[in-house]
C-alpha cells in the first residue's frame, strides 16, 4: 500500500476468504479484465474494513458506514443509474481517528436477484461501499465490485421447454413457418419457387456449458448459393421507445457450407457454447434492459444477396 494519501485516510475492503473463493474475469471499459469474487443469490457477505491514517495524524469524522448495494446503470438518453438493493450498517459513531482502525461487516443471507451484467449501454453491478463522513470536507468513499452469478437447474428449464416456442424473425423471404416439436426446433427459410431449407436444432433452451446439436436439410435449391454462414448474435436493449437503445454484437460466426448445395443435401451442426463470451438471457430486468441471444443462418448467392433467418435461443447458467 502507497505511503502517500491524497485523502487523509485510506479505506480498505477485504472480503471474507476472498483469497480462496472463485473469482469471474470481467472486461472492463477500459478493455482490460477485471477478477472479481463470485457470490451467490442468497449469500451472506462479509468481511473487514481497515481505516488507515497518517502516522501521528489525526482524522475527525461524522461517522463510519457500510453499505451492500445494487445498482443498474443505462446509457440511452443520458447516464442514469438506480438501486435495486440497499443495506447500510454503522460502523463507527462520530469521533476521532488516531491510528488505523479495523471494523468487521456482515450482510446476512442476501437476497440477490438479478445476475451481474457488464454491457455497451447497461451495467449491473453489485459492490460494497464504504463511506467516512466529514464535516468541513467531502465525504470519503471506497467500493469493492462484487459479481453475481444466477444458476438455474436444468431439470427446471427442460420442464419449461416442453411449453415454449421460439420467437424468431425473417428477412428476404415470404414464406416462414417455425415450430416446436418433440425432437427440437425447426425453422423454415423459404423464397417461393427458388429456396426451401429447413434447420432443425435440439431444443430452444441451453446451458451456458451446453452443445447445440442440429441439422440443415436443403429441399428446393434454386438459387446460386455461394456460402453459408451460422452466426451467434446477442442483443442488447436498453430503455423503451421511443428512446430505446439497441446494439448487436456478433459472438461468433463461422462458414458452415462453401459452394452450392444441391437437393436433399444434409449439413450436420455441432456448436459448444462453453467456448464463447456469452451471458444468460436477461428479460426486462427491472424494467431497464434486456439482453438476448439469436442463432442467425445467413446464406449469399453468387450476386452477394444475403438471405437470413434468426430465433432467438434463450440460455442459462447451470449449476
Given at each position: 500500500?502507497?505511503?502517500?494519501?491524497?485523502?487523509?485516510?485510506?479505506?480498505?475492503?477485504?472480503?471474507?476468504?476472498?483469497?480462496?473463493?472463485?473469482?469471474?474475469?470481467?472486461?472492463?471499459?477500459h478493455g482490460r479484465l477485471d477478477k472479481l469474487p463470485i457470490?451467490?443469490?442468497?449469500?451472506?457477505?462479509?468481511?473487514?474494513?481497515?481505516?488507515?491514517?497518517?502516522?501521528?495524524?489525526?482524522?475527525?469524522?461524522?461517522?463510519?458506514?457500510?453499505?451492500?448495494?445494487?445498482?443498474?446503470?443505462?446509457?440511452?438518453?443520458?447516464?442514469?443509474?438506480?438501486?435495486?438493493?440497499?443495506?447500510?450498517?454503522?460502523?463507527?459513531?462520530?469521533?476521532?481517528?488516531?491510528?488505523?482502525?479495523?471494523?468487521?461487516?456482515?450482510?446476512?443471507?442476501?437476497?440477490?436477484?438479478?445476475?451481474?451484467?457488464?454491457?455497451?449501454?447497461?451495467?449491473?453491478?453489485?459492490?460494497?461501499?464504504?463511506?467516512?463522513?466529514?464535516?468541513?470536507?467531502?465525504?470519503?468513499?471506497?467500493?469493492?465490485?462484487?459479481?453475481?452469478?444466477?444458476?438455474?437447474?436444468?431439470?427446471?428449464h427442460e420442464k419449461v421447454n416442453k411449453h415454449n416456442t421460439?420467437?424468431?424473425?425473417?428477412?428476404?423471404?415470404?414464406?416462414?413457418?417455425?415450430?416446436?416439436?418433440?425432437?427440437?426446433?425447426?425453422?423454415?427459410?423459404?423464397?417461393?419457387?427458388?429456396?426451401?431449407?429447413?434447420?432443425?436444432?435440439?431444443?430452444?433452451?441451453?446451458?451456458?456449458?451446453?452443445?447445440?446439436?442440429?441439422?440443415?436439410?436443403?429441399?428446393?435449391?434454386?438459387?446460386?448459393?455461394?456460402?453459408?454462414?451460422?452466426?451467434?448474435?446477442?442483443?442488447?436493449?436498453?430503455?423503451?421507445?421511443?428512446?430505446?437503445?439497441?446494439?448487436?454484437?456478433?459472438?461468433?460466426?463461422?462458414?458452415?457450407?462453401?459452394?452450392?448445395?444441391?437437393?436433399?443435401?444434409?449439413?450436420?451442426?455441432?456448436?459448444?457454447?462453453?467456448?464463447?463470451?456469452?451471458?444468460?438471457?436477461?428479460?426486462?430486468?427491472?424494467?431497464?434492459?434486456?439482453?438476448?441471444?439469436y442463432l442467425s443462418l445467413v446464406l449469399i448467392d453468387e450476386?452477394?444477396?444475403?438471405?437470413?433467418?434468426?430465433?432467438?435461443?434463450?440460455?442459462?447458467?447451470?449449476?
Open positions: 500500500m502507497s505511503l502517500f494519501f491524497k485523502t487523509p485516510l485510506e479505506i480498505e475492503i477485504r472480503l471474507e476468504n476472498e483469497e480462496s473463493r472463485k473469482h469471474a474475469e470481467v472486461k472492463n471499459p457470490y451467490m443469490d442468497g449469500e451472506t457477505v462479509k468481511g473487514t474494513i481497515t481505516l488507515f491514517t497518517k502516522e501521528g495524524k489525526r482524522v475527525e469524522h461524522q461517522g463510519v458506514k457500510v453499505q451492500l448495494l445494487g445498482t443498474i446503470e443505462t446509457n440511452n438518453d443520458g447516464l442514469s443509474s438506480s438501486n435495486f438493493l440497499s443495506l447500510a450498517t454503522e460502523l463507527a459513531a462520530p469521533g476521532q481517528l488516531v491510528h488505523s482502525e479495523s471494523y468487521p461487516f456482515e450482510f446476512r443471507n442476501v437476497e440477490k436477484q438479478y445476475e451481474s451484467y457488464r454491457g455497451k449501454n447497461a451495467r449491473l453491478r453489485y459492490y460494497v461501499k464504504v463511506t467516512v463522513l466529514r464535516k468541513s470536507n467531502a465525504e470519503i468513499n471506497r467500493e469493492k465490485e462484487l459479481w453475481v452469478y444466477q444458476y438455474t437447474s436444468t431439470l427446471a421460439v420467437p424468431s424473425s425473417m428477412q428476404a423471404a415470404p414464406k416462414q413457418k417455425d415450430s416446436t416439436t418433440t425432437n427440437g426446433v425447426k425453422m423454415d427459410v423459404g423464397i417461393e419457387d427458388c429456396l426451401h431449407i429447413e434447420f432443425e436444432y435440439s431444443k430452444s433452451r441451453f446451458s451456458l456449458r451446453d452443445v447445440i446439436i442440429g441439422r440443415i436439410y436443403f429441399l428446393l435449391v434454386r438459387l446460386k448459393i455461394k456460402h453459408m454462414e451460422l452466426s451467434l448474435i446477442r442483443r442488447e436493449t436498453v430503455g423503451s421507445s421511443p428512446k430505446q437503445i439497441t446494439d448487436s454484437e456478433t459472438v461468433v460466426r463461422f462458414e458452415i457450407m462453401d459452394g452450392a448445395p444441391v437437393k436433399g443435401e444434409t449439413i450436420p451442426i455441432r456448436l459448444f457454447l462453453s467456448g464463447f463470451d456469452l451471458t444468460p438471457t436477461y428479460k426486462d430486468v427491472n424494467k431497464k434492459f434486456s439482453v438476448r441471444t450476386d452477394a444477396r444475403r438471405y437470413f433467418k434468426q430465433s432467438e435461443i434463450l440460455l442459462y447458467r447451470d449449476a
